[in-house]
């Protein structure tokens, strides 16, 4: 069928072209106006679609950037007071060592200890951080002061009253990052690996397991001396012999001197004693009463008897046979095992659960020594010393590894954040390409859709114009 | 002839001047809608027999006929119905489109980024209130944006059922027309005329009609035309059926003919686009975004209902919705847990409740057992009830309330035990012996067990009476049988359950405590054999530390293989083995190990223990829960304790009042440290981990909704467009046959101007003939 054009036909088509030309032309003005190509989800479905998906994944990203970004000043302030302990217990090394020279006098080592308590309260100090409300060494009981002096049996001794747990946040959608060191990791680890005793009475460490941490005092005690006597010597038997064990005591009258075990052979002065004290090889003591002696030679065996106490309240006797004697301090819960064969005197002998003791435990430790209240000798004082600086040493080492721990952390932080914005801006690239319009293609649309609506324009007010009446005269 | 001559001349006259009328009529309408131009019919008139010849009689006006195409009129009306509903749809879909905000990046989606954002950053800062705020405030803009979208869809449908109302009333005015137009038609049209003009008038109304509602038409043999929606009459032959709207449920518009017993449901016009878009689009959304804001509160509630807010485990806890009574019967407990009508599903599993003791920070763990076809929330809260330093019940606005003792605070989150052996049941102080079997025992019926304490023997008997089922006796039966006997008391002994196992110990530890086994009738069925148990100075103590980062909740059985000191005898051993009795690992707590050396068990979690005896002969062990999920059967989530969100849907969710006033209470510990954050990484997960209900995560699932949205209304528009185009050519159609064209109307008007001025000639030649013969006579 031919179309029979019509006037209304006519004016309705030029409408329309004008209409949709111009419709042409306002959206290409919005999209170069807004510098977007998708202006609502409609414009383009499935490139809002990509759109949104890359923005949930910058979202994602910028949640792990959260969550890096504000862990970031507490794991630095954490590394840096590492740093100032780790400054401080170089500090505290060079006093103990300097307090380890045999040759100071009580007034020296007095001041060596007093310096040496100033690092152990700037060192607490250090352990109890606190950033805002949170302790940063408290492992995740972040609102508890992690170490707490307290006193157990009278002695000085602080407790990690934190956990072990660490602080995470998450990097990635399996990746957990740890940002705090636990206090226990740092300055107060716990690996046991023996038990020592001091070198004063001749104890050994038994076969069985021990059970302890930290120090404790084993007390040797003297419980009497006995021996067949003759020749009108006598024993004293006070509380001051300190022999244990099987001891000769040897009177040779010719060369008028007295001697104890493999102990120097001391010269019996005139008139004889009533009281005198000799020495064995071990420093252990025995007191003869000589004031009865009838000058003959001399020689029999002296028997130190002895028992044992962790606690200091209940003494065990020893036969001087057991390889692996269970003692119990109640108060503390340490369990040892001891080998009594080599006893030879009494003493109270430091216990030395190598491993678990804390650095301030240590630190006041070889405060005590210096100080040296147990009066104890002056070697036996180094070697307690030199035992506690292993000690000390380790717990050094300890705190290096957390300080290497948040370091890398602190690292990790900052190239996990560069990564992160490194990607976000990847992808919010991709969204923009997505998204916005390009300029060049958007100018060119404008262009085409303007002429387009002139040349509408154009054609319409020609074809309008066109009747038969403008012929009619 | 002469009078024929005239006749001829005056009919030629008269046509022409009828055809100029038409012509005048035809340009005068040339812009009026609806509209067929007229043309007139002209036929010769009757020829009549003179002179035994038959002459013409000239030219004669048959009729005036519209030049119509009733089929293609039939097809406008159609596809203008179509194309105006989609338009209409398209223009209010377009207000849905602005209300979401997408993908500007200031919508939904970007807020639920940015709680994530806020989440993460308080994980770091778990102690911090403001972060805590920022977090709490992230949450509460979700569900602001989400009840502003509810709202703003609820006008939308409110706007919606206004529009339909307007257009139900122009759809009867129109209807009227169309009545009153078939009475005219059908007056004129009874004396055999065209009602040329008044049927383009119908047909016109019949259009605009259609663009409102799709309707059929159907024209009888009188002209009258019957108007139908959808099967049902609007305009009959005498009266129009109104048509009225009435507001559904959920947006849903109903539209009723007045007399009819059931809704129309038209397929076009303006009023199907509205009707569809209000019931369907619209209520697509709020259904999607409900389906949104339920799988938020569930997923988001899973996690934190089972962890633990900045000031620790709660002292009282009460469930924020109310726990419905189906039945009616006044009481609310008696309904399954499955079919109480809970807002959210409880599914078989456990739950485990931590009881903190506050003074020593001692934990208790108790695992509640939970199955929806078989417990009704009154066996639920009797079994929550009968953990010691626990309440539980319904207050007295049908909530779940739950309360610790003085002293005691509890929670549901999943600590580690880290000292796992209370009762010292593993070479514990106290002198022990355990049931080597694992319950339920079948315990022989009025059996006795005799045992002699420290100061004297004593019979327990075991009546059927005190169990359930004695075949089936459960260790907390036997326990309580034990514990419940006069004996027992006197001598302080007591029973403690170990797992599934028995243990009878005494109360005080050390060398000094023992009691012995002496005999008695149930003593084989529980395997106890005679023997005498004695206590231990140096006790073992049993340390668990780490985090357990296993996938499924587990309990772990420790029991050593033989008799032997910690630390101390050669090749002692402890297997480790789940709750099905698998092997995890065997430990070396023989002569190589250290004592107090934590040893890695597996999944994070390692075991230390201190020197003292282990006797396998005795039937030494302990357990401890590994929680992964300490709530399997969403039975918190359910009953509405201890939720970030509270509601159902997307109007009615909320972040928790109480969470509000007091953020601390948002749970970011697993544990109940308040530096841990195992609970805010869990929420974490939640960004990209797919959940059921949405089939993606929630990012997925609203940016699946947005491009859905974008691209119904993309499509919309498109068919909009074909429909237009379609419509267009139709009516250009339509046009080319029914329209005026101007320049053929001025060729006509020439062709019959000239024609009456020669028919003018004519008469007055016609006349001049009479003329000369009358000057004849």
């Known amino acids: 069928m031919q179309l029979r054009p019509t006037q209304s036909t006519i004016f309705e088509l030029v409408r329309r072209g004008l209409t949709s030309n111009t419709g042409k032309l306002v959206r290409a003005q919005e999209q170069a106006a807004s510098g977007r190509r998708i202006l609502r989800p409609s414009d383009d479905a499935a490139g809002t679609s990509v759109a949104m998906s890359l923005r949930r994944q910058i979202g994602n990203l910028q949640s792990f950037v959260s969550a890096t970004s504000n862990s970031r000043p507490q794991v630095d302030q954490a590394a840096a007071r590492l740093e100032e302990a780790s400054a401080l217990m170089t500090e505290a090394r060079a006093l103990v060592i300097q307090g380890m020279n045999g040759s100071l006098g009580a007034d020296d080592r007095e001041q060596i200890a007093t310096q040496l308590e100033l690092v152990y309260g700037q060192l607490l100090d250090v352990a109890n951080t606190q950033s805002g409300d949170r302790y940063l060494f408290a492992g995740t009981n972040t609102n508890t002061r992690p170490f707490e002096v307290t006193y157990v049996d009278g002695e000085k001794r602080v407790q990690y009253r934190g956990n072990s747990d660490a602080q995470r946040v998450l ?20 690996a046991y690996s023996e038990t020592r005793y001091g070198s004063l009475s001749g104890i050994k460490r038994g076969t069985g397991g021990d059970t302890g941490s930290g120090y404790d005092s084993l007390h040797v005690r003297h419980d009497g001396t006995s021996g067949a006597m003759g020749e009108g010597v006598l024993l004293v038997n006070g509380n001051s012999d300190s022999m244990l064990g099987d001891r000769a005591l040897t009177i040779d009258a010719a060369a008028g001197t007295i001697q104890l075990g493999q102990g120097p052979a001391a010269p019996i002065p005139t008139p004889y004693p009533g009281n005198l004290r000799v020495v064995d090889q071990h420093g252990a003591e025995a007191h003869i009463d000589l004031s009865g002696w009838t000058g003959n030679d001399f020689s029999t065996t002296l028997t130190g008897a002895a028992s044992l106490s962790l606690d200091g309240t209940s003494y065990t006797p020893v036969t001087f046979a057991e390889t692996s004697l269970q003692l119990v301090d109640d108060t503390t819960g340490n369990v040892i095992h001891v080998n009594t064969t080599g006893l030879v005197r009494a ?127 | 002839m002469a009078n024929l001559g005239s006749e001829i001349g005056l009919r030629a006259l008269l046509s022409s001047r009828t055809a100029l009328e038409t012509i005048g009529h035809n340009v005068s309408n040339a812009n009026t809608p609806g509209f067929s131009r007229q043309r007139i019919d002209l036929g010769t008139a009757r020829p009549q027999n003179l002179r035994g010849l038959q002459l013409g009689s000239g030219v004669n006006v048959d009729s005036v006929s519209r030049t119509v195409d009733e089929l293609l009129n039939g097809r406008i009306v159609k596809q203008t119905a179509s194309l105006s ?18 993908p500007s990046g200031e919508g939904l989606g970007s807020l639920l980024d940015q709680m994530f954002s806020a989440f993460s950053a308080l994980s770091a800062n778990t102690e911090d209130v403001v972060y805590r705020t920022g977090a709490v405030q992230s949450a509460i803009s979700i569900t602001n944006r989400l009840h502003q979208i509810i709202d703003e869809a609820d006008q939308l449908q409110r706007d919606a059922q206004s529009k339909a109302s307007f257009i139900a009333t122009d759809i009867n005015i129109k209807a009227e027309l169309i009545l009153k137009l078939n009475q005219e038609i059908g007056k004129v049209e009874a004396n055999g005329t065209r009602a040329n003009d008044l049927r383009d008038q119908r047909e016109q109304a019949v259009r605009e009609l259609a663009m409102l509602v799709d309707v059929t038409v159907n024209e009888d043999s009188n002209g009258v035309v019957r108007v139908q929606v ?55 959304l709020r259904g999607e975004l409900d389906t949104y804001a339920q799988s938020l509160v569930l997923e988001f509630n899973r996690v934190h209902s089972t962890g633990v807010g900045l000031t620790g485990g709660f002292k009282s806890l009460a469930g924020d919705s109310s726990v419905p009574d189906l039945d009616g019967d006044g009481d609310r407990r008696d309904s399954l847990l499955a079919t109480a009508g809970l807002p959210f599903p409880v599914t078989a599993g456990e739950l485990f409740v931590t009881i903190v003791d506050d003074a020593s920070g001692d934990l208790r763990q108790v695992r509640v057992e939970v199955n929806p076809t078989r417990d009704s929330i009154g066996t639920f809260l009797d079994k929550l009830d009968a953990i010691p330093d626990l309440s539980a019940s319904l207050d007295g606005f049908g909530r779940v309330s739950i309360v610790s003792e003085s002293g005691k605070t509890f929670h549901f989150g999943r600590p580690l035990d880290l000292a796992p052996d209370q009762d010292g049941t593993l070479g514990g102080g106290r002198a022990n012996v355990v049931m080597p079997f694992d319950a339920p025992l079948s315990v022989t019926p009025g059996g006795t067990l005799q045992l002699q304490g420290a100061t004297s023997a004593f019979t327990v008997t075991f009546n059927a009476g005190s169990f359930t089922n004695i075949a089936a006796a459960t260790a907390e039966e036997i326990a309580a049988v034990i514990n419940e006997d006069a004996g027992t008391i006197a001598n302080s002994l007591r029973a403690v359950v170990v797992g599934d196992r028995v243990a009878i110990q005494t109360s005080g530890e050390g060398s000094g405590e023992s009691f012995s086994v002496l005999g008695g009738t149930a003593m084989a069925s529980l395997g106890l054999s005679v023997g005498s148990f004695t206590g231990q100075d140096v006790a073992v103590r049993v340390a668990l530390s780490g985090e357990y980062t296993g996938a499924v909740n587990s309990q772990w059985t420790f029991t050593p293989n033989g008799d032997g000191i910690v630390g101390t005898t050669p090749g002692l051993t402890l297997s480790v083995r789940d709750e099905t009795g698998a092997l995890i690992t065997t430990l070396e707590v ?142 250009e159609r339509r046009q080319s046959i029914a329209g005026v064209n101007v320049d053929e109307e001025l060729v006509n008007m020439i062709a019959y101007e000239q024609a009456y001025n020669a028919a003018a000639q004519f008469i007055q030649v016609v006349n001049q003939l009479e003329d000369e013969l009358l000057r004849l006579i």
């Open chain 1, 171 to 190: 990097i990635g959608r399996e990746t957990t990052l740890q940002i705090s060191a636990s206090g226990e990791d740092v300055f107060a680890r716990y």
């Open chain 1, 347 to 473: 003493a109270r002998e430091q216990v030395t659960f190598a491993g678990t003791s804390n650095v301030f435990d240590t630190l006041q430790g070889i405060v005590d020594d210096l100080r040296n209240e147990q009066n104890v000798s002056r070697p036996e004082m180094i070697d307690r010393m030199g035992s506690r600086l292993r000690e000390f040493d380790r717990t050094q080492s300890d705190l290096l590894l957390g300080l290497g721990q948040l370091g890398s952390t602190s690292k990790r932080i900052q190239s996990s954040e560069e990564r992160l914005q490194d990607l976000t801006v990847e992808l919010k690239g991709l969204v923009s390409n997505v998204e916005d319009a390009d300029f060049a293609v958007t100018a060119l649309e404008l262009t085409r859709a303007e002429q387009t609506l002139q040349l509408a324009q154009a054609t319409g007010s020609r074809i309008m114009q066109q009747s038969l009446l403008n012929f009619l005269r």
């Open chain 2, 85 to 102: 509903k989609l338009s209409s749809q398209l223009t209010e879909m377009t207000s849905v489109e602005a209300l979401l905000n997408e």
């Open chain 2, 230 to 284: 959808d099967g049902q009459l609007l305009v009959g032959a005498k009266n129009v059926h109104a048509m009225t709207v009435e507001a559904g449920d959920k947006g849903v518009l109903n539209l009723r003919l007045a007399g009819a017993t059931r809704n129309v449901k038209p397929k076009g016009g303006e009023i199907a686009g509205i009707v569809a878009f209000a019931g369907g689009f619209v209520n697509d």
């Open chain 2, 590 to 731: 023989g002569e190589t190990y250290s004592s107090g050396t934590p040893l890695l068990i597996a999944e994070g979690v390692s075991v230390s223990f201190t020197g003292g005896e282990v006797r396998a002969s005795e039937g030494d062990v302990f357990t401890t829960n590994v929680i992964a999920d300490s709530d399997t059967s969403d039975i918190l989530v359910a009953l509405g304790l201890n939720g970030l969100f509270s509601g159902t849907d997307a109007s009615t969710v909320q972040v928790l009042g109480s969470i509000q006033r007091d953020p601390a209470r948002l749970a970011a510990s697993a544990t109940g440290a308040v530096g841990d954050s195992g609970a805010l990484r869990d929420l974490l997960a939640l960004q990209n981990e797919d959940v059921e209900a949405l089939s993606g995560s929630f990012g997925e699932f609203y940016s699946t909704l947005v491009g859905g949205i974008g691209f119904q209304i993309s499509s919309t528009k498109s068919a909009a467009e074909v429909e237009q185009f379609l419509v267009e050519s139709l009516e």
